[in-house]
């Protein structure tokens, strides 16, 4: 299955987290998601696995 994010953002209250994000994860590739304490990567998995929704409207997330 191949992840695809564009322009995606969102925000916990006033606390923009992600701001506009564009990848592609082609199938079966193995992917890792590095950054420091706070940067938005726990955020981004829950938003790959469907827990949760972008803030923006025009955000666009395809799993093909």
Do not use: A, H
């Not at 006033?14 to 079966?28: A, M, R």
């Not at 706070?38 to 955020?43: A, D, H, I, N």
Request: charged share 15%; with cysteine.
């Amino acid at each position: 299955m191949q992840v695809q994010f564009k322009d995606v953002t969102m925000s916990y209250g006033d606390k923009e987290v992600l701001q506009k994000i564009s990848f592609t994860i082609p199938e079966g590739k193995l992917v890792s998601i590095l950054g420091p304490s706070g940067c938005g990567k726990s955020t981004t998995l829950m938003l790959i696995s469907g827990l949760t929704f972008p803030s923006n409207k025009w955000s666009n997330i395809f799993w093909r």
